[in-house]
Structures are given as C-alpha cells and as structure tokens.
C-alpha cells in the first residue's frame, strides 16, 4: 500500500514569534506547489496562530508540540486540543522523548493526551523509543511494544488510522548520532508488526511511521528509501529553512 510521506518540523523552544514568521514565509516560497508529500511546521504556541495566517492557503500544515488531555479547566499554563483545533492546528506532537524524560510523562498520560487529541480532531503523532541504555540491555523491542500498547490503550481501529507514530530512539536526539537505515528499518517494521497484532494488518499499513534522530540532509535520503519508513520528525535541521525544503525534497525521489 502507497502511504503519502510525511515531514515534519519540530522547532521545539526555538523562534520568536518574528523569526517564526520569517521562516515561515521563507518555506511557503521554497515549498510553494509540492502536492505529493505531506508537509508538517510545529512552532512554539505563541506562534501557531501567527503561522496559521501565513500558511494559509498553501500545503504546508501546522502542528503543535504538546498539549493537556483536558478540555478545559484550571490547568495553569496548559493548552488544550479544542484551543489548538480553533486555530488551524491538525497534528500535534505527543510522547516526545523531552516530554517524558524532562518533564516526566508516563505512558498513562500520553494515553490521555491521545485519546483527547482524537477526539477534538486532531492527529497525533505519537513518539517512542528507547534510552541508550535500554539499548545497551537489548530491550528495545520490548520498550517499544510497551509503549505502543499502553499508549494505544482503548484507542479504536478507526481512530488509530488516523495517527502517526514516530520512531525515535532517544539515544540518536540532539547527538548527532543516528540508527542507520538498515536499523531504522528494521525497527519500523517490527512497529508495523506491533500494530497488526494491536488491530489488523490493513491498520497496519494505513498508519505512517516517521523516524527521528537526528535527521540531516545528508542522511535523510538513505533513511527515507527504506520501504517502512514513511517520513521524517526533523529536529534541527527544520530550524533552517533552506535546508528543511531540501529534506522534504529528499523524500520525493525514490
């Protein structure tokens, strides 16, 4: 089954709201057109609405990097899914290695906060992977399965089609260390197996799954030839944006 690539941006805490801007004028004039590949801006919040202004009208989608599980209440400092929807966002970022390791979120919450992002309408794509030192212990397969199954946890067939999972070993973020393409291929198919034994094969086979770690422009194009992996969450090199058209790019030659 053909699956549309993806890639997607993750600017993290970087940019003020005018160089957010500035870079995104810069890539709706370099990305202007490109049709065939799903492409994906995930700003700071206080430029999502800014970006969704300039974005409009072109084929660049905007996503966020976080969000709360609850609709609303009294949850200083919290965005919530229905806010994000309001604005034009349709995809955020959730089980982010720097969430779950910095800020300390635990399967369970991620569980919530995907089941929430779904149910405001709002894709998530939903990030695992393993520490250098479960690595190191060959648990990476099982770190991966729980994660996936505990994340997933009463999300439906139907629902789940419409997510993202991105595989991104923590080891290889920010280090300039990456799995090679064989590995990464090999990791996104046994993903793929996970998902088949979750739900069926065809949802296997819908459901995107990105890699992430860092990914640059000189080793975005091996990673993206494999046949499992079906985009990239570029950190970085996102932050350029010559260098990120250059990556989306990358993923319209096979």
């Not at 309408?121 to 939903?126: C, V």
């Not at 991105?166 to 046994?190: C, L, M, S």
């Amino acid at each position: 089954m053909a699956r549309k690539r993806l890639i997607a941006g993750n600017w993290k805490m970087h940019k003020t709201d005018s160089e957010a801007g500035e870079s995104a004028v810069n890539l709706k004039a370099l990305l202007a057109n490109i049709k065939d590949i799903d492409i994906l801006i995930c700003p700071a919040f206080t430029s999502l609405y800014s970006l969704a202004s300039i974005f409009r009208k072109t084929s660049i989608m905007l996503g966020a990097q976080n969000m709360h599980f609850e609709k609303e209440g009294a949850f200083t400092g919290e965005i919530s899914a229905p806010m994000l929807r309001d604005i034009g966002v349709a995809y955020v970022i959730l089980g982010h290695s720097e969430r779950r390791h910095i800020f300390n979120e635990d399967d369970n919450m991620i569980n919530r906060k995907v089941t929430a992002a779904l149910a405001a309408g709002i894709a998530p794509i939903l990030c695992i992977g393993e520490t250098s030192e479960q690595r190191n212990r060959n648990e990476t397969l099982d770190v991966l399965e729980s994660q996936l199954t505990r994340c997933l946890k009463d999300v439906s067939k139907a629902n789940a089609k419409k997510l993202i999972i991105a595989y991104e070993p923590v080891w290889a973020i920010g280090t300039g260390k990456n799995a090679t393409p064989e590995q990464a291929e090999d990791i996104h198919r046994f993903i793929r197996t996970i998902i088949e034994n979750l739900y069926d094969r065809n949802t296997a086979e819908i459901i995107r799954i990105l890699y992430g770690g860092s990914v640059k422009q000189f080793n975005a194009k091996a990673l993206l030839d494999k046949p499992d992996i079906d985009g990239a969450l570029v950190g970085g090199a996102s932050l350029e944006p010559a260098v990120f058209a250059e990556i989306v790019g990358m993923a319209r030659i096979k």
